[in-house]
Every structure is written in C-alpha cells, then in structure tokens.
C-alpha cells in the first residue's frame, strides 16, 4: 500500500493528493471519542501551523469537547435535542419521536453527504409505508431542518441540505357538540369531566390547563394568570373567569385546600402526598385510554386520523363558541384561548350554524322591515306621478 502520510516533524504532517503530490497545507493529529484522527491546520506555514496544533492539544489535555470525527445525522439530531433540553422546550417529547424516525432512516450517513435526493427518498419511503400521513412527514422533515440549520450556526457544517416539503392538506378541527359531551362525560372519570368543562369554556391548551397552580389565580380579581414558561408561547397568559368557569374553579379551590401537598388546581385519581407528578400533565396524569374507551363504548371513531373526537377539540369548540354571539372580537376571542395571532384563532373557528342562522334570520327580518318602511315612504309619491285616465286625449282617427 503506497504512503499516504508524509511526518514532517512530530504532531504534523503533510498527506497525498489525488494527483499524487504531497499537499502543502500541514496536518496534525487530535483525540476524538477515543479515536485519533487527522484534523487540518488550514495552513502551509510551519509556525502557524505549530500554533493550530499548540491550541488543539491544550483543548483536549483542558477536557473541551472536540468535533466528532465524522459527524453523522444522527450527531445532529442528537444536538438538537441538546438544544431543546438546554432551553427546557415542552416540545421536547414531540421532537424526540421525530428524531427517533429520522435516526432509523438515515441517521448513519454522513452529515456532509446528506442530499436531497436521498431526503425524498425517506419521505416516499414512509409513504408507501402508509403508517404516517403526509403532514407527519413535513413535521418530521421540520425537525431535519431545524437539526441541520443549528449545526450549520454552531460551525459544525458548512451548508444545510435543501429539505423539501409535501403537499398537505391539515386534518381540520372539529365542535364537540354539547350533547356528544355530555354522553362521553357518563363514561369518563370525574377528574376529566372537570378538565373538559373548563377546556370548553376557555379553550386553553391539554398541558397548560393540566399544568395549572392555585397560585396563579387571583379569587378578588377572578382572574388566571399562566407565567411564560408554561405557555407555549413563552409569554405569559392572563385571563378573566367569568360566571360559568369560575363557579367549577371555585370548587376545585376548595377542593385543593384539603390537599395541601399538591399545587395544582386539578387533581388525579392517584394524588397523594410524596408522589411525583407528570412533567407534562401535572397531578391529572395522562388520561389517553380513559378517552379513547370512552369512545369507544358510545360508538365514537377512535383518534383524530379516524374522524373521532380528540380533547385538543375543545379548544375548537370554545373558540367557535366565543364568537358565535357576535359579542367578541377575533382579538378579544384571542386573549381568552392563548392564540398568537387572530388568523389562528379564525383557523380555530369551526362556525356555529346555529348561531349563525339566528344571525341570518334577524338579518332578514331587518331586511325586510327597512323595505315595508321604504315601500311606504315612495308609494304616495309613486301613485301621484300616474296620470290619471280620464286626462288622456283619445287619438285621432286619420
């Protein structure tokens, strides 16, 4: 095998080239996950290169962690999630799964090597697999980009592949009709029951809402206030309780007065003092196979891909309900329901028909009766502008 290493002194070298010359810029060696390898100098000068290598030994004897030697995708999925975890994003759980898919599909290649034909290859390979729809893929591929655009800024690659997105049509929201409510509720525990009345009423997100403390309600002023961190949109999230959320508040208060080991203001069926609850969902707990049976026993569709109905549907239902009566502004509705922006809010309004036919039927009645007031006003006017018959001349007979 021909030399491909040429020591010009110890901890520098010069390597091959293709055209089999000996290349001018110096290289040295480093110690990477217990592996050693060759790291350029970047430079042809002997001294500067001494220096490159001076630093580089300093950084490993220090402990400070060195660039992988070959930095795979799953290297950068892997510092995304670094990154979530650093910032203590709720998103957390949900990229995991995103990068665990990635990981299985192309998490041995090379970062550099990473194209965007191979990219398309993975999404149709997940859609001949027909296990995720098309708007999974995009969430998924998201991630991909969010992962690659980090290392790109934190020097790690030079470029980000190009990630393509598919067409997609969003599974829209759904109203949960106050009579579907009511026959899931005879099948639900208690403790959910109550999350969904207030869900219906404020339309404030599953984790939120779970996540709630009693110290973050004012009873003089009836008003909940969420800090930052625990909205999604990192800002706090203040809203007034009218009549209907604050007389099941209210009793939640009480309720959680002779609990005073746990904060929040809705509680599972296993709190108890000393026992851990749910990072995500507080003291209620994750109640998925309570509402998917319950479902199922009414007769429902079963999940959201199904057509059935999910909990995330109330915040549907609540924001098509505050603007059904008119009263409300898209803004207004906004404060309520946590929305960033009145377009989401508008994405959220599913469309009352009833409430909208009343509207409609009221329009018309006023229609009308602004019509019978203006048909009275000019039909005087119109019959005096007729000329009478007797006052017509008969026409000559030639």
């Known amino acids: 095998m021909a030399k491909t290493i040429l020591q010009v002194e110890p901890g520098l070298y010069r390597r091959l080239t293709k055209a089999g010359t000996w290349g001018a810029k110096l290289w040295y060696t480093t ?24 630093l580089a030994v300093a950084a490993v004897e220090n402990g400070t962690p060195q660039p992988k030697a070959r930095l795979l995708v799953s ?12 910032n203590h994003l709720r998103s957390l759980q949900t990229a995991r ?13 090379p970062a550099g090597k990473l194209k965007t034909k191979r990219i398309v290859a993975m999404q149709r390979a997940w859609q001949q697999a027909g296990t995720v729809t098309n708007v999974t893929i995009n969430r998924r591929c998201e991630t991909l980009r969010h992962a690659f655009n980090l290392a790109v800024r934190g020097g790690e690659l030079a470029v980000a592949p190009y990630v393509p997105r598919l067409k997609a049509q969003s599974i829209l929201g759904k109203y949960l009709p106050g009579g579907v409510q009511a026959v899931l509720a005879e099948h639900l525990p208690t403790h959910v029951v109550t999350l969904m009345e207030v869900g219906r009423l404020i339309g404030t997100r599953r984790g939120q809402l ?3 403390e009693r110290t973050w309600i004012d009873p003089e002023r009836r008003v909940l206030a969420w800090p930052p961190d625990e909205c999604k949109n990192d800002a706090p999230h203040v809203i007034p309780l009218d009549e209907a959320a604050w007389a099941i508040i209210e ?22 003092p000393g026992r851990a609850p749910s990072k995500r969902w507080g003291c209620i707990g994750d109640f ?14 079963v999940g959201r891909k199904n057509g059935g109905y999910v909990f995330h549907h109330l915040r549907n239902t609540a924001v098509t309900d505050l603007l059904a009566s008119g009263k409300l502004s898209a803004a207004e509705a906004m404060v309520i329901s946590g929305h960033k922006t009145e377009s989401m809010v508008k994405h959220y309004n599913m469309g009352n028909l009833e409430a909208l036919r009343e509207r409609l039927e009221a329009a ?3 229609t009308e ?30």
């Open 251 to 272: 009793q939640l208060l009480a309720q959680g007065a002779e609990r005073p080991w746990c904060p929040y203001l809705f509680h599972g069926p296993r709190c108890a």
């Open 364 to 366: 018309r009645l006023e």
């Open 97 to 109: 799964g995103h990068v665990k898919a990635l990981t299985a599909a192309i998490g041995n290649i």
């Open 288 to 301: 998925r196979t309570p509402w998917e049976t319950a479902c199922k026993k009414v007769g429902l569709p």
């Open 369 to 398: 009766r602004m019509q019978q007031r203006t048909d009275a006003q000019h039909a005087p006017h119109a019959l005096s502008q007729k000329t009478p018959l007797h006052s017509v001349a008969p026409a000559r007979s030639t």
């Open 75 to 86: 290297h950068v999925l892997d510092g995304l999630l670094e990154n979530y975890e650093t």
């Open 210 to 212: 779970s996540r709630t």
């Open 31 to 54: 110690v990477v996950d217990g592996q050693t390898v060759f790291r350029s100098t970047k430079t042809a000068d002997l001294r500067d290169a001494r220096k490159v290598r001076a």
